[in-house]
C-alpha cells in the first residue's frame, strides 16, 4: 500500500469554494483556562497496555520515517488490542482520507469523537472533512459545537462566518461577527466586515450607518470619511461624497486618497476639465507619493483605452511630468513600458528606455529591456556599448555579460567575446542562476575549441554541466568533439543520448548520436539514426556534414552507391575538402588521418604537347613535356627560389626591368656554372 501522507499536518487548509469574500479579521485569540481531564481507570491489563504503546508508538515512528504502509498495519494492531483508543481512530481516519475511501474516513473520526468527546482536535477534523465534502450544514454544526465547548477558539468563529456566508445565511453571519466582537473587542475590520454583510442583504441604510460609525469614532482619521465619500459616488449620494472629499482636502490638502477619489468623482459626474486639474495636482505635486502617481497613470491608461486608445495622450501625460527638474526614473520606464505594449516603433521605444538610463543607470530592468531590443534588432555595437555601461552600474548582473560577450561573437571577434564571458564567470557565486552560468560556459567551450585549446574547451563544458545538467546544446557540442578526437566515446554517447531524449527530431543532435555509434562501430544502429537524422534536417540550413556522415555510415553497411551519392551531395561549400574528392575519386571510405598518412605527399603532374610543321613540304612534328611531382608544394617553392637567383644573377650583370619566364635563360636558374651545365647535362 503506497500512499502520500508526507504533509500529514493537524491544520489542513480550510477551502471554500464561491464563499463570498470578506475582509481579514484581526485576530485576538482569547485564552480560555484549561480543565484538566479526570483521571480514568485502565481497562486494559498492564501487559496489554504494555503491548499496546509498543505498537502505537512504532507506528507513529515508522508514520514519521515515511512508511506508511507499516504505520497503517501497526495502528491497526494497536487498535485491535485497546478499541477504545480513539487517536487510533484518529490516525486511521487520516490514512483514509489520504486513500480517498471517504466514508471509513468520516466513519473513523466519528468514532475517536465519541472515545474522546472533549478533544477539539478530532472535532477539528471532522468539520475539515464536512467542508471537504461541501457538507455545509454539518461542518457548521461542527464548529458551532467546538465554540460552544471553547468560547476562547475564535479561530472556530472565523470559519463559521466563511461558511455562513457559502450558505448566504447573513443573519448568521452578522451574529457571528458580533460574537467576535464579544470576544475580541469592537475594530474597524468587524465594522467594515458588517457594512458589506449589509451590502450583500442590500440593506444600505445598515451599511452607511456602519460606515458613518467608524467616521464618528474616528474624526482625525481622514481615511473612513474618504471612504464614506466613496461609498456615497456609489450609491448615487453625489453632493454628500463631493462634501465629504472636500471637507478631508480643507484638514489636509496633500491626501493622496481623498485627491483620488475626488479625481475618480469628478470622472463619474462628467466634469472632465477638473478631473484633468486634479489629475495634474497628483502627477506634478512633489508631496505624492510613487504608488499614488503609479495608481493613477493606471487609472488614465485604463481609462483611455475604454474611450478607444489614444497613445498621444497618454505619452502627452508621461511627458508633461518627466519635463522637470528631476523626473522620477519610474514614470519613465513606465512611459516606455507603455510604448513596448503599444507596439511602437523601436527606435522610440529604444530612445525611451535610454531616457531611464539618463535618470538612474544602475537600473536594471530598464537596460535589459534596451539589451534585448538592440539584440533583436541587430545592433551588436550597441549591445556591446550597453553591456559595459551595465557593468560598470551593476557589475553582479551576470546577464550582461553574456549579451556583451553573445554581441562580440556574432560579430566573429572571439578574443573580445571570450573576456567578456570570462569577466562574467568570475562573478559567479551560490545564488548565481544555473541557466545563466551553464550558458556562460557552454559558450566559453565552444570558442575555445574553435580556438584549438581543447583541454579548456573540455573543461569549461564539465563546468557548464555541474550547473545543469540537461544543457542540450552543450551536451551534443561536447559529446560531438569527443567523438571527432576519439575519445571517452562511452561518454560522449551517454551525453548524446540525453539530446536525442530531450530532442527527438532535431537533427543536428541525431546526427551527433549517429556519429558517435559510427565511431564505436555500431554501423547498423548508425545508421538507424542517421536516417532519421537526414529526416529531419533542416533544409535552410548546411547539411554537408551529415550528409558526409551518411555516406560514411551507408559505406561501412556496405552499400557502396548509396554512399557515394551521399559524398557527392556533401562536396559543396566549404565543405569541398581533400578527404571527401578522395572518397568521391576511389569510391572508399577513408579517415583524413590515413589521407595524410599514407596518401598525402600531395602528389602532381600533368603533360604539355606542342605540334608544329617545318618546311613547304610541311613536315609535322611534336614536342611532348611531361610532369611528375612527389610534391606541389615543394617543387613550387622550389621554382619560386630558381627565379629569385636568376633575379639576382640579372641584377648583378646590370640589367633591370619587368622579365617574364620566356625571358629567362636557364643557365640563370641553375645552381650550377656554365661550365657544370655544358659538362653534365648536354
Known sequence: MKMNLRNISWAMGLVLLGSVAMPSLARKKKVQPVQKPAVQEDHLSPNDRQRYNYFFLEGARQQAAGNYSAAFDLFEHARKIDPKAAETYFYESLFYSQLKQDSLALAYMQKAIELNPENQTYAEQLGRYYIGSQKYDLAINAYEDLYAKNHGNTDALRILVQLYSQNKDYKSVLKTISRLEVEEGESEQ???????????MNDKKAAYQELKSLVDQHPLDMQYKTMLGNWLVQHDRQKEAYKCFTDVLKEEPDNSYAQMSLYDYYNATHQEQLAEQMLDKILMSPKSDLETK??????FIQ???????????VIALFDKALNVAHPSAEVAEMRAAYMSLKKMPADSVCRAFEKVLTIAPDNVNA?????QMLWNEKKYDLVSQQCKAAQEYNPEEMVFYYFGGMAYYQKDKEDEALREFRLGLAQVNAQSPANLVSDLYAVTGDILHKK???QEAFAAYDSCLQWKDDNVMALNNYAYYLSEKGVDLHKAESMSYKTIKA???????LDTYAWILFMEERYADAKTYIDQALKNRDSTADNSTVLEHAGDIYYMNGMTDESVDFWKKAYTGENQTEVLAWKIKNRQYITEEELKKNHSRMLHGGFVIRTGETGRSGNKHVIEYSLKLDSNPEFTSSVLVAYARAAKRLADE?????????DIAPAYLSVM????LRAHLL
Open 294 to 299: 503609479v495608481m493613477m497613470y493606471r487609472s
Open 190 to 200: 468587524f465594522t467594515l466586515s458588517k457594512m458589506r454583510v449589509y451590502e450583500l
Open 503 to 509: 530532442e527527438p527530431n532535431n537533427g543536428t543532435y
Open 673 to 676: 656554372s656554365g661550365e657544370e
Open 654 to 662: 646590370g640589367v633591370s626591368g619587368c622579365k617574364t619566364v620566356f
Open 452 to 454: 584549438g585549446e581543447e
Open 303 to 313: 481609462k483611455n483605452e475604454s474611450e478607444g486608445g489614444d497613445s498621444t495622450k
Open 367 to 371: 537596460r535589459m529591456q534596451l539589451v
